[in-house]
Each structure stands twice: as structure tokens, then as C-alpha cells.
């Protein structure tokens, strides 16, 4: 128990991630409240920023090094995805999630496979580098897309939703790839760890990735009309 609580303390990256979670949630599910006042969002987020800095509580330690450069591209790469969930309006039918089931269960394994193919048999890369190349190659970025992505809740428009969703969606079946081609620079023999594979990092993974993703979503909608109940009502004047 020592142990733990110790490398609890000492990763303050975790904490990090923990206190940008929460402020995410307070600021989603304060929005009803924070559009009345004379702030916005990105001042509420720098005002956190500089109470965590040095000149705050001293949480957060500005180094211009590698270590920092990766711990904020996957910031920003949650602040995007949490972003696509925002935008998504659709009931969960699968019917409903038609377009965005073809593009990541269909087009995204064809390309993680092509362009490793590509990688292995035009660029002669092995195996685990040319599959893990095409993993990370193959998501679309959710940051670049958002031109075309949904900015209305009640925009029907179909091309839009499923750019979207797929840039929501498309890291949860891109990582186990990811995992496939780490696994096999380490071990090329496949046979070893290929059932542990499919049973963790591909079933498991992606069944508790939307399982949480669901409960957490219901959950959260269950507090906001819960806030509902406690906010006054707008009056609209007459005339």
C-alpha cells in the first residue's frame, strides 16, 4: 500500500490528467451557468492554467523538453476527442451509426494493412515497424477535420456526422494495432502472443473503452438534467 500511494504522489502527470478531466466536466456542465457571466471559455481554461503553474500551486512544470512536448500533443489529442464527443447526435441504434461503423470496422483496417503492406514490401520495412506505421498513420486527425465536422447539434447532414464520429472514434481501434506492432518488435514469433493479443488488447480493450465511454455518457446526462432542476428559468420577453 506504501508503494502505491508513493508513485501515486510522485506521477503528477496522472494527477494532471485528472485535474483537466474534471475541469472538462465543470466546464460542460456549468455551461448553462458561464454563458451568463462576462467570461470565456479560454479564460476560464488560462485562469486554471496559471493557478496549476509555478506561479500557483506549482502542479504543472513548463520544460521545454521532449518529455513535455509528448505529455502536451496527448492533451490536445484528448481535448480533440473530447470535443468530437460533444458534437454527436445521434441516438445509440446501430442503424443510426451506420456510416461511421464502415469507416472505422471496414476502411480503417484496410488502410492500417495497406499502407503496411506498402511499408513492408515497397519501403522493405519489417513487419512490426510497417504495421505499427500504418496504425498511426491511418486515424484521421479529428483537429484537422474540424472544418468539416458537425458545429450544430441539429445538423442532420450525414457526411459530416461520420467525419465526426470517425475522428471521435477511430484511436479506439487504431491503438490495438498500435500494441500488434510493438509486440512484434519485440517477438517476431507471432504465435506467442497472439491470443493474448486478441483477448486484451483487441476484445477487451475495445468492449471496455465503449463501455465506459457509454456509462460515463449516461452518467453525465443524468447530471445535467439534474443541473436542469436547479437553474432558473429563462424568461423570455414578450413582444
Known amino acids: 500500500m506504501p508503494s502505491v500511494l508513493i508513485w501515486v504522489f510522485v506521477d503528477i502527470y496522472i494527477l494532471d490528467l485528472l485535474v483537466l478531466g474534471i475541469l ?15 467570461l470565456s471559455y479560454a479564460l476560464i481554461y488560462l485562469l486554471v492554467g496559471i493557478l496549476l ?8 512544470q513548463l520544460r521545454p523538453e521532449a518529455d513535455f512536448l509528448q505529455r502536451s500533443t496527448e ?9 468530437c464527443g460533444l458534437k454527436m447526435n ?12 464502415r469507416l472505422i470496422g471496414l476502411l480503417m483496417p ?52 461520420g467525419l465526426t464520429s470517425e475522428g471521435g472514434l477511430n484511436d479506439a481501434l487504431a ?24 483477448l486484451v488488447d483487441l476484445l477487451w480493450a475495445i468492449a471496455a473503452g ?6 460515463i455518457a449516461k452518467l453525465l446526462g443524468w447530471l445535467e438534467q439534474w443541473l436542469q432542476s436547479y437553474r432558473p428559468v429563462e424568461i423570455v420577453p414578450s413582444g
Open 75 to 83: 492533451l490536445v489529442v484528448l481535448i480533440s476527442l473530447f470535443s
Open 210 to 215: 465503449l463501455f465506459m465511454g457509454v456509462a
Open 24 to 38: 472538462l466536466l465543470a466546464v460542460s456542465l456549468g455551461s448553462g451557468w458561464i454563458e451568463r457571466l462576462p
Open 175 to 198: 491503438f490495438p494495432f498500435v500494441y500488434f506492432g510493438l509486440h512484434w518488435l519485440e517477438n517476431d514469433q507471432w504465435q506467442t502472443w497472439f491470443v493474448s493479443w486478441v
Open 110 to 161: 484496410i488502410s492500417i494493412f495497406a499502407t503496411a503492406g506498402i511499408g513492408h514490401w515497397v519501403l522493405r520495412l519489417e513487419w512490426g515497424v510497417a504495421i505499427l506505421l500504418g496504425a498511426i498513420l491511418a486515424p484521421t486527425d479529428p483537429v484537422l477535420a474540424s472544418e468539416v465536422q458537425l458545429d450544430d447539434p441539429q445538423d442532420k447532414d450525414e457526411l459530416r456526422f
Open 53 to 60: 503553474s509555478p506561479y500557483g500551486l506549482n502542479l504543472i
Open 90 to 101: 445521434r441516438p445509440l441504434n446501430p442503424w443510426a451509426w451506420n456510416s461511421t461503423g
